[in-house]
């Protein structure tokens, strides 16, 4: 919609009526989500907000609470389109609920690497299982009436020097892979945003990037805007590129500095008119220009977020491996023990910008407790998992000033005089802008009565960057000053920083008065703006053999034990890679102690991202659930009891041991990040390598069994062809099938993947019934890239199953040069 060249001219009439200056301000943010309005052409604001997992708004804070979504890789191991355009358009809901007119998501980038640190935030190893996804997701958004946003434009797959590194990287990789997984967004589902990233491609930085305009502009046919990540334009020189608006603002690098550069001839007019234009026409669809009606007024898609997070949760989870042991029959157990860390405190979601704030979370020992009325549920942590802060429940924290439940927060001057003062009902704070002066404030000042639960010892501190106090009961205890870690950008530096800790004896039941006091000016001057400080517990680890021995105890007592492993906030966050894929503390140690004790173990996974589980064969069953949105506990009930199968399908490889993975590094080399091997990534680097991993890509169980049979492949009107397969459900119960289709050339003049993926279908049938299946296959399937997409002639290999080497039917398939089917 406003693509046409009537509706162009519109928009071109508009942009004439603004002097340069404005047409200038307009390119550039008017704060750190919102761009300018401009009053006489009848233009809003456009707002714009983080959360590909969950839509933020334009406030950090738990009093305007969001819908937390599974983690983008729950969703993409659904391989469900539905699935993904649901999610989208629950996002669009969301958005419009709290006035939000651009989602900065999908992100889809690919999981080059499994130390990427946004690898929870990201689809897939595989482009064409990213590209139908983000389609399908860009779809859900936008038929609701908001902005999609795919991101991060382009070969971003890293944290590590991510401001300045350069992703060295052939143009056949480029156009096979990473601009393969965009593409899809922006020529079937239209995209009305993309973002560019802040890496340089081949020693360009990417916001003056000439992919910027091909293919994204003039092969794909992009008319939306390109947004930036968030300060990745550096100079007037981007404003030459196909790159239309810079974020945050009002400051940054255009501005005055751009109006005098077009004034000098350095910049054409024509060139910010582009730019003007898009942003107008993005103001129309979105409904921020007067004159213009919305693409869509109402959402026309909305269902209850909450029922569809405990939905998609269930969609995605993957069930590694089951000896039989599950669904297990809830009203036979009388005990059940819940161990692990991330059992009480699981994660719903990865850190950075994709944080979201959810009403509620409902854990997995909450969500398996109501499930079992009948049977003792215990609990008991087993290993220490948290790194830094946990913030204090809100059910046991009393606003001194309100006597509600909550923390009070106040800002002071020098001469310790209230500046500005607020009631919240989280001990976890961000700033990003607002009314608090977190800039201008000698001292803030954090109060709370905390009523502890259990008896003991604590460690209560702050997690912040820069020097505080800790009062209890009015007087000092603690004083410090928390520095930076190396490496830390700012999304590390806000959302995982150092903690200051003091240990405190206390009694259940019995109030404790807490203060933190933090010197503002103590904050890094380059932060302005942008603030986070945490009040709460760090975890006690000091005696980490006698956790085990309680969980064991537990579990011996127990029918069955439910332990939940998982990793944290240091591990899996935007602003850093990984380090390694072992489960954080001694999660390895509790699981073999828990089975030598009760052999009748679950292990439920709940990471974002693949880690190494060396006890993976010993266990009854092994169940990924990722990070589960705020259903999780209540889906994992469902999928543990039987209430729902488990419909994930792994969407990246999973290896045995880090050692295995072929492709690996994510660290630069003097500012480089070098894609050496080209277009051999993710599943089709195993094959090539010759390494069996733990789990491979495709691979999923589920609570029933299978048969495949009659394969066909039928030439189709576009060039390409249809396969078609018989899925019979040979089990007693309804069940979820993902067929795949893979393609293989074992004779070619040109370098090849030992497979890849072609299309895809999942399929639900009941049980004793079947259905047939239709993939399409279309011809850029068979074609690589040079210099052009081409298509080499011959005899192709087509493989069909349930995952990447669990192919029973195969069949020859004979292409012509065009790539149509002989």
Do not use: C
């Not at 009403?359 to 049977?375: C, N």
């Not at 991202?609 to 990722?626: C, E, G, I, R």
């Not at 199968?645 to 969407?651: M, T």
């Not at 068979?782 to 005899?795: I, K, S, T």
């Amino acid at each position: 919609m406003y693509d046409s060249a009537e509706e162009t001219a519109r928009l071109e009439e508009l942009a004439a009526k603004l002097t340069l200056p404005e047409k200038v301000q307009l390119l550039t943010g008017r704060d750190f989500w919102n761009t300018w309005p401009i009053e006489k052409i009848g233009l809003r604001r456009i707002l714009v907000s983080d959360g590909p997992s969950g839509v933020r708004g334009e406030v950090w804070d738990e009093r305007s609470p969001s819908l937390n979504l599974p983690s983008a890789t729950a969703l993409s191991s659904s391989w469900d389109r539905d699935i993904a355009a649901r999610y989208g358009a629950a996002s669009a809901v969301e958005a419009r609920r709290k006035g939000v007119d651009v989602v900065l998501g999908p992100t889809i980038n690919l999981h080059r690497s499994p130390l990427g640190g946004r690898h929870f935030e990201a689809f897939s190893e595989d482009p064409v299982l990213t590209a139908e996804l983000a389609a399908a997701y860009v779809e859900g958004v936008q038929a609701n009436g908001v902005g999609a946003t795919p991101k991060h434009y382009i070969a971003n797959d890293y944290e590590s020097e991510r401001f300045t590194a350069s992703t060295e990287v052939s143009e056949r990789a480029l156009r096979e892979l990473y601009l393969l997984a965009f593409e899809k967004s922006i020529t079937e589902a239209h995209a009305w945003l993309v973002m560019s990233s802040y890496n340089s491609i081949n020693g360009t930085t990417a916001t003056e990037s000439e992919l910027l305009e091909t293919p994204l502009n003039s092969e794909w046919g992009f008319d939306g805007v390109v947004i930036s990540d968030w300060t990745a334009v550096r100079t007037v020189e981007s404003a030459k590129a196909s790159q239309d608006l810079v974020m945050p603002g009002p400051d940054g690098p255009w501005g005055a500095a751009l109006v005098a550069a077009v004034e000098a001839g350095e910049v054409s007019e024509e060139a910010i008119d582009r730019k003007v234009i898009r942003i107008l026409r993005l103001a129309a669809r979105v409904g921020a220009l007067e004159g213009f009606a919305p693409v869509q007024a109402a959402p026309v898609s909305a269902e209850d977020g909450i029922a569809f997070a405990r939905t998609a949760e269930a969609a995605g989870s993957v069930l590694l491996s089951n000896d039989g042991t599950l669904p297990l029959a809830a009203a036979d157990l009388r005990k059940v023990a819940v161990v692990g860390h991330n059992g009480l405190q699981a994660r719903t979601q990865g850190g950075g910008s994709a944080t979201v704030l959810p009403e509620r979370i409902v854990t997995p020992l909450e969500g398996l407790t109501a499930a079992l009325p009948d049977a003792e549920v215990t609990y008991s942590i087993g290993a220490v998992v948290q790194e830094g802060i946990a913030e204090l429940p809100l059910e046991e924290i009393v606003n001194p000033s309100t006597s509600e439940p909550g923390m009070l927060v106040r800002f002071l001057d020098e001469d310790g005089t209230e500046m500005f003062r607020e009631d919240r009902r989280a001990t976890a704070l961000v700033y990003f802008g607002g009314d608090a002066p977190i800039d201008t404030s000698h001292r803030m000042e954090l109060s709370m009565t905390w009523t502890p639960t259990r008896s003991g010892d604590v460690l209560f501190g702050f997690a912040a960057v820069g020097h505080g106090r800790i009062l209890v009961g009015g007087e000092l205890v603690h004083e410090e000053t928390s520095e930076e870690t190396g490496g830390m950008d700012l999304g590390a530096s806000l959302l995982a920083p150092p903690s200051i800790v003091t240990p405190l004896t206390v009694a259940a039941g019995e109030p404790v008065d807490l203060t933190v006091e933090f010197d503002m000016k103590t904050r890094d001057a380059s932060m302005a703006g942008v603030f986070g400080i945490t009040a709460g517990l760090e975890a006690d680890n000091s005696d980490p053999e006698a956790l085990i021995a309680e969980a064991v105890a537990a579990a011996a007592d127990a029918d069955v034990a439910i332990v939940v492993v998982g990793t944290n906030s240091r591990v899996e966050s935007e602003g850093f890679d990984r380090k390694d894929l072992d489960l954080p503390g001694r999660q390895d140690d509790l699981v073999r102690a828990v089975l030598a004790a009760n052999p009748n173990t679950v292990v439920v996974v709940n990471s974002g991202s693949p880690v190494v589980m060396p006890w993976h064969d010993d266990v009854k069953a092994l169940l990924l659930t990722y990070f589960g949105g705020q259903e999780y506990g209540n889906a994992l009930a469902d999928l543990l009891f039987g209430a729902a199968e488990p419909g994930g399908r792994l969407p990246t490889t999973w290896p045995e041991t880090l050692s295995d993975v072929p492709v690996l590094d994510v660290t630069p080399k003097d500012g480089l990040v070098a894609y050496d091997e080209g277009i051999h990534i993710g599943y089709r680097a195993w094959l090539r390598a010759g390494r069996i991993p733990a789990f491979e890509f495709g691979h999923g169980l589920g609570y029933t069994t299978w048969n495949l049979d009659g394969l066909t492949a039928t030439a189709a009107a576009d060039g390409g062809f249809t396969v078609s397969v018989d899925v019979a459900n040979t089990g007693a119960r309804e069940g979820k099938q993902v067929v795949q289709a893979y393609l293989s050339r074992s004779e070619s003049a040109v370098e090849r993947p030992a497979r890849w993926l072609a299309g895809f279908a999942p399929v639900v049938v009941a049980a004793g019934e079947t259905r047939t299946v239709v993939i399409d296959v279309p011809a850029r399937a068979f074609a690589h890239w040079d210099a052009g997409w081409q298509h080499e002639a011959g005899a192709f290999q087509l493989h069909v199953g349930t995952s990447v080497t669990q192919t029973p039917l195969e069949a020859d398939v004979e292409l012509a040069s065009d790539g149509s089917l002989v």
